[in-house]
Protein backbone atom coordinates (compact mmCIF):
# COMPACT_ATOMS: atom_id res chain seq x y z
CA UNK A 1 0.00 0.00 0.00
CA UNK A 2 1.07 3.50 -0.95
CA UNK A 3 1.74 5.78 2.32
CA UNK A 4 -1.64 7.99 1.90
CA UNK A 5 -4.68 8.96 3.41
CA UNK A 6 -6.91 10.00 0.76
CA UNK A 7 -9.86 10.73 2.83
CA UNK A 8 -10.73 11.89 6.65
CA UNK A 9 -14.45 11.44 7.72
CA UNK A 10 -15.42 13.16 10.82
CA UNK A 11 -18.66 11.71 12.41
CA UNK A 12 -21.21 14.31 13.38
CA UNK A 13 -24.22 14.35 15.33
CA UNK A 14 -25.73 17.30 13.31
CA UNK A 15 -24.70 17.37 9.68
CA UNK A 16 -25.83 20.93 8.69
CA UNK A 17 -24.34 22.49 11.64
CA UNK A 18 -20.86 20.74 10.69
CA UNK A 19 -21.31 21.85 6.67
CA UNK A 20 -22.01 25.21 8.22
CA UNK A 21 -18.89 25.38 10.15
CA UNK A 22 -16.57 24.12 7.82
CA UNK A 23 -18.40 25.45 4.52
CA UNK A 24 -19.53 29.02 5.74
CA UNK A 25 -17.29 29.17 8.94
CA UNK A 26 -13.73 28.11 7.71
CA UNK A 27 -14.19 28.63 3.97
CA UNK A 28 -13.60 24.83 2.83
CA UNK A 29 -14.58 24.57 -1.05
CA UNK A 30 -17.73 21.89 -0.75
CA UNK A 31 -17.45 19.60 -3.43
CA UNK A 32 -20.10 18.67 -5.72
CA UNK A 33 -19.86 15.30 -4.56
CA UNK A 34 -21.69 16.15 -1.41
CA UNK A 35 -24.68 14.91 -1.08
CA UNK A 36 -27.23 16.99 0.52
CA UNK A 37 -28.57 15.99 3.92
CA UNK A 38 -26.41 12.62 3.57
CA UNK A 39 -22.95 13.26 3.19
CA UNK A 40 -20.33 16.46 2.76
CA UNK A 41 -17.01 16.60 1.07
CA UNK A 42 -14.43 18.85 0.94
CA UNK A 43 -11.26 19.45 -1.00
CA UNK A 44 -8.21 20.04 0.94
CA UNK A 45 -4.66 19.81 0.74
CA UNK A 46 -2.05 16.97 1.35
CA UNK A 47 -1.69 15.96 4.85
CA UNK A 48 1.05 14.20 6.78
CA UNK A 49 0.44 11.20 9.87
CA UNK A 50 1.89 11.44 13.15
CA UNK A 51 2.09 9.02 15.84
CA UNK A 52 2.45 10.58 19.77
CA UNK A 53 1.30 8.92 23.02
CA UNK A 54 -2.75 9.38 23.45
CA UNK A 55 -2.59 11.09 26.69
CA UNK A 56 0.31 13.13 25.99
CA UNK A 57 -1.55 14.28 22.72
CA UNK A 58 -4.81 15.09 25.06
CA UNK A 59 -2.90 17.07 27.53
CA UNK A 60 -1.73 19.26 24.07
CA UNK A 61 -5.16 19.84 23.16
CA UNK A 62 -5.92 20.40 26.76
CA UNK A 63 -8.53 18.16 26.77
CA UNK A 64 -9.24 14.92 29.52
CA UNK A 65 -7.36 11.98 28.15
CA UNK A 66 -10.06 9.76 29.64
CA UNK A 67 -12.23 8.08 26.65
CA UNK A 68 -13.82 5.39 25.74
CA UNK A 69 -15.63 3.44 22.39
CA UNK A 70 -15.80 4.70 19.19
CA UNK A 71 -14.11 7.85 18.52
CA UNK A 72 -16.19 9.39 15.85
CA UNK A 73 -13.17 9.39 13.18
CA UNK A 74 -12.44 7.11 10.38
CA UNK A 75 -9.44 7.40 8.24
CA UNK A 76 -9.73 6.41 4.47
CA UNK A 77 -7.17 4.68 2.29
CA UNK A 78 -8.10 4.33 -1.42
CA UNK A 79 -7.14 2.41 -4.64
CA UNK A 80 -7.37 2.54 -7.86
CA UNK A 81 -8.67 -1.10 -8.73
CA UNK A 82 -11.46 -3.34 -6.91
CA UNK A 83 -8.52 -5.74 -6.17
CA UNK A 84 -6.57 -4.01 -4.77
CA UNK A 85 -8.90 -3.72 -1.62
CA UNK A 86 -8.46 -7.18 -0.41
CA UNK A 87 -4.82 -6.88 -0.42
CA UNK A 88 -4.83 -3.64 1.46
CA UNK A 89 -6.99 -5.39 4.44
CA UNK A 90 -5.27 -8.53 4.12
CA UNK A 91 -1.90 -6.69 4.67
CA UNK A 92 -2.91 -4.69 7.65
CA UNK A 93 -4.13 -7.55 9.43
CA UNK A 94 -0.74 -9.22 8.57
CA UNK A 95 0.69 -6.47 10.20
CA UNK A 96 -1.30 -6.36 13.30
CA UNK A 97 -4.24 -4.51 12.33
CA UNK A 98 -7.85 -5.77 13.30
CA UNK A 99 -10.55 -6.88 10.80
CA UNK A 100 -13.58 -4.54 10.95
CA UNK A 101 -15.92 -5.45 8.32
CA UNK A 102 -14.85 -8.03 5.34
CA UNK A 103 -14.88 -5.60 2.36
CA UNK A 104 -18.02 -6.06 0.18
CA UNK A 105 -19.89 -3.72 -2.26
CA UNK A 106 -20.74 -1.06 -0.90
CA UNK A 107 -24.46 0.48 -1.80
CA UNK A 108 -22.72 3.25 -2.84
CA UNK A 109 -21.39 1.50 -6.28
CA UNK A 110 -18.23 1.30 -4.69
CA UNK A 111 -16.02 -1.89 -2.71
CA UNK A 112 -14.83 -1.28 0.71
CA UNK A 113 -13.88 -2.51 3.98
CA UNK A 114 -12.47 -1.49 7.25
CA UNK A 115 -10.03 -2.52 9.97
CA UNK A 116 -8.28 -0.87 12.78
CA UNK A 117 -5.02 -0.37 13.69
CA UNK A 118 -3.42 -1.37 16.91
CA UNK A 119 -4.95 1.70 18.98
CA UNK A 120 -8.17 0.99 17.12
CA UNK A 121 -8.36 3.31 15.18
CA UNK A 122 -10.84 2.54 12.18
CA UNK A 123 -9.36 3.14 8.85
CA UNK A 124 -11.45 2.34 5.92
CA UNK A 125 -10.58 0.20 2.05
CA UNK A 126 -12.15 1.55 -0.71
CA UNK A 127 -12.25 1.59 -4.25
CA UNK A 128 -14.55 4.01 -5.44
CA UNK A 129 -15.02 4.75 -9.21
CA UNK A 130 -16.60 8.07 -8.91
CA UNK A 131 -13.27 9.78 -7.48
CA UNK A 132 -10.98 9.68 -9.81
CA UNK A 133 -7.23 10.03 -9.03
CA UNK A 134 -4.39 12.40 -9.88
CA UNK A 135 -0.90 11.60 -10.65
CA UNK A 136 0.28 12.09 -7.39
CA UNK A 137 -1.90 9.69 -6.01
CA UNK A 138 -4.57 12.28 -4.31
CA UNK A 139 -8.30 11.84 -4.98
CA UNK A 140 -10.00 14.50 -7.75
CA UNK A 141 -13.33 15.06 -5.68
CA UNK A 142 -15.08 17.04 -8.56
CA UNK A 143 -15.08 21.30 -7.82
CA UNK B 1 -8.06 29.72 6.36
CA UNK B 2 -7.18 28.15 3.26
CA UNK B 3 -8.90 24.75 3.18
CA UNK B 4 -5.58 22.67 4.44
CA UNK B 5 -5.41 19.64 6.48
CA UNK B 6 -2.23 19.62 7.34
CA UNK B 7 -1.08 16.74 9.85
CA UNK B 8 -2.74 13.80 10.69
CA UNK B 9 -2.05 13.19 14.97
CA UNK B 10 -3.23 9.46 15.97
CA UNK B 11 -2.63 8.82 19.92
CA UNK B 12 -1.38 5.41 20.45
CA UNK B 13 -1.18 3.37 23.63
CA UNK B 14 2.55 2.26 22.45
CA UNK B 15 4.51 4.22 20.54
CA UNK B 16 6.65 1.49 19.40
CA UNK B 17 4.35 -1.28 18.57
CA UNK B 18 2.43 1.79 16.15
CA UNK B 19 5.68 2.55 14.90
CA UNK B 20 5.54 -1.04 13.95
CA UNK B 21 2.90 -1.05 12.83
CA UNK B 22 3.14 1.56 10.07
CA UNK B 23 6.84 1.46 9.23
CA UNK B 24 7.12 -2.40 8.97
CA UNK B 25 3.56 -3.22 8.46
CA UNK B 26 2.39 -1.22 6.08
CA UNK B 27 5.69 0.36 4.90
CA UNK B 28 5.30 4.34 5.65
CA UNK B 29 7.81 6.01 5.20
CA UNK B 30 9.28 7.41 8.56
CA UNK B 31 10.33 11.14 8.39
CA UNK B 32 13.94 12.09 9.55
CA UNK B 33 11.41 14.82 11.89
CA UNK B 34 10.75 11.91 14.19
CA UNK B 35 12.16 11.80 17.70
CA UNK B 36 12.74 8.30 19.26
CA UNK B 37 10.93 7.51 21.78
CA UNK B 38 8.88 10.65 21.50
CA UNK B 39 6.78 11.05 17.89
CA UNK B 40 7.38 9.55 14.44
CA UNK B 41 6.00 11.33 11.72
CA UNK B 42 5.24 9.59 8.43
CA UNK B 43 5.37 11.28 4.65
CA UNK B 44 1.99 10.57 2.98
CA UNK B 45 0.20 12.06 0.19
CA UNK B 46 -2.97 14.48 0.07
CA UNK B 47 -6.05 14.04 1.33
CA UNK B 48 -9.68 15.09 1.61
CA UNK B 49 -12.56 15.66 3.99
CA UNK B 50 -15.64 14.59 4.48
CA UNK B 51 -18.53 15.06 6.99
CA UNK B 52 -20.86 12.05 7.68
CA UNK B 53 -23.18 11.80 10.69
CA UNK B 54 -21.38 10.01 13.24
CA UNK B 55 -23.77 7.03 14.08
CA UNK B 56 -23.66 6.04 10.22
CA UNK B 57 -19.60 6.21 10.17
CA UNK B 58 -19.48 3.95 13.10
CA UNK B 59 -22.06 1.43 11.54
CA UNK B 60 -19.88 1.28 8.34
CA UNK B 61 -17.34 0.22 10.23
CA UNK B 62 -18.81 -2.40 12.16
CA UNK B 63 -18.21 -0.48 15.09
CA UNK B 64 -20.84 0.04 18.15
CA UNK B 65 -21.43 4.17 18.42
CA UNK B 66 -21.12 4.36 21.74
CA UNK B 67 -17.94 6.33 22.71
CA UNK B 68 -17.62 9.61 24.98
CA UNK B 69 -14.20 11.45 26.15
CA UNK B 70 -11.23 12.40 24.33
CA UNK B 71 -11.36 10.34 20.64
CA UNK B 72 -7.65 9.51 20.58
CA UNK B 73 -7.02 11.95 16.82
CA UNK B 74 -6.13 15.88 16.74
CA UNK B 75 -6.43 17.52 13.27
CA UNK B 76 -3.57 19.84 12.25
CA UNK B 77 -3.94 23.02 10.33
CA UNK B 78 -0.31 24.43 9.73
CA UNK B 79 0.35 27.96 8.38
CA UNK B 80 3.28 29.87 7.20
CA UNK B 81 3.98 32.54 9.78
CA UNK B 82 3.21 32.76 13.28
CA UNK B 83 0.99 36.20 13.32
CA UNK B 84 -1.70 33.63 11.10
CA UNK B 85 -2.26 30.86 14.41
CA UNK B 86 -4.32 33.70 16.47
CA UNK B 87 -6.46 34.81 13.60
CA UNK B 88 -7.48 30.97 12.32
CA UNK B 89 -8.53 29.92 16.03
CA UNK B 90 -10.43 33.55 16.59
CA UNK B 91 -11.92 32.46 13.05
CA UNK B 92 -12.92 29.10 13.69
CA UNK B 93 -14.57 30.03 17.22
CA UNK B 94 -16.38 32.85 15.38
CA UNK B 95 -17.74 29.89 13.01
CA UNK B 96 -19.35 27.90 15.81
CA UNK B 97 -16.15 26.15 17.51
CA UNK B 98 -14.98 26.52 20.84
CA UNK B 99 -11.57 27.57 22.34
CA UNK B 100 -9.70 24.62 23.94
CA UNK B 101 -6.18 26.13 24.28
CA UNK B 102 -5.32 29.73 23.61
CA UNK B 103 -2.18 29.89 21.34
CA UNK B 104 0.75 30.16 23.15
CA UNK B 105 4.84 29.22 22.69
CA UNK B 106 5.16 25.50 22.24
CA UNK B 107 8.63 23.97 23.81
CA UNK B 108 9.11 22.69 20.51
CA UNK B 109 10.36 25.87 19.07
CA UNK B 110 6.48 26.76 17.42
CA UNK B 111 3.33 28.47 18.49
CA UNK B 112 0.54 26.48 18.57
CA UNK B 113 -3.33 26.53 20.14
CA UNK B 114 -6.53 24.51 19.84
CA UNK B 115 -9.63 24.67 18.77
CA UNK B 116 -12.65 22.15 18.74
CA UNK B 117 -14.86 21.58 15.99
CA UNK B 118 -19.18 21.74 16.73
CA UNK B 119 -18.76 18.11 16.93
CA UNK B 120 -15.19 18.27 20.04
CA UNK B 121 -12.98 17.10 17.02
CA UNK B 122 -10.07 18.98 18.25
CA UNK B 123 -7.87 21.39 15.70
CA UNK B 124 -4.22 22.47 16.38
CA UNK B 125 -3.25 25.46 14.46
CA UNK B 126 0.49 25.99 14.81
CA UNK B 127 3.18 27.60 13.02
CA UNK B 128 6.33 25.27 12.89
CA UNK B 129 9.71 26.87 11.85
CA UNK B 130 10.84 23.80 11.22
CA UNK B 131 8.56 22.42 8.61
CA UNK B 132 8.26 24.44 5.35
CA UNK B 133 5.69 24.18 2.91
CA UNK B 134 5.51 23.01 -0.49
CA UNK B 135 4.13 25.42 -3.43
CA UNK B 136 0.63 23.77 -2.62
CA UNK B 137 0.39 24.19 1.14
CA UNK B 138 1.27 20.87 2.07
CA UNK B 139 3.76 20.47 4.63
CA UNK B 140 7.49 19.55 3.59
CA UNK B 141 8.60 17.23 6.16
CA UNK B 142 12.08 15.70 5.26
CA UNK B 143 12.63 12.26 4.02
Same mark, same amino acid.
Given at each position: MQ????????GV??????????????GFP??????AGEVAFFRTGGVALALYPRHLLAHDANL #??? +???? %??IALAHNVRAKEEVDDVISQAVAAGGRLLKAARQ #??? +???? %??????????WEVAWNP??????DGTLQLPP
Open positions: PRISLITLADLERAIRFYRDGLMSGASV #APE +GTGF %GG #ADW +GGYS %GYFADPDGHPFFPFAA
